[in-house]
């Protein structure tokens, strides 16, 4: 499996939407190949939120259909990829951070 933790599914969703990217591009105001570029790409690409709304709009769906997470869990990380800091959902974090801080039993 690849080493991404957020996929981008432009091109699953073209295809079954069954559009073209001449189709894409005249419905967006861009290039063909500005559309091409965006539907080969597998990670999500830096977008607008304006090219976000658009693409949206033009492809009738929600931002959540063109993104899909992959946890860590599923991922094979090797090297030099696991140095880097890994997250933690927030309510995990602040469980652990409430066990640390528990008035400790000082005897006086």
Known sequence: MDKRMIA???????????????DLAAA???????????RRTDEMPRLTG?????????????????IVFIPDDDIDTTGE???????????????????NSQPQDIAA
């Open 28 to 38: 967006l105001g861009i290039d063909e190949n500005s559309v091409h570029r965006l």
């Open 81 to 99: 990829e696991q140095q880097k800091v890994k997250p933690i959902p927030v309510r995990e974090y602040l469980k652990s951070k409430a066990d």
């Open 50 to 66: 304006e090219r976000l709304n658009g693409l949206c709009i033009a492809l009738e769906c929600q931002p959540g259909d063109l």
């Open 8 to 22: 981008w599914r432009l091109n699953e969703i073209m295809a079954k939407k069954r559009i073209r990217n001449k």
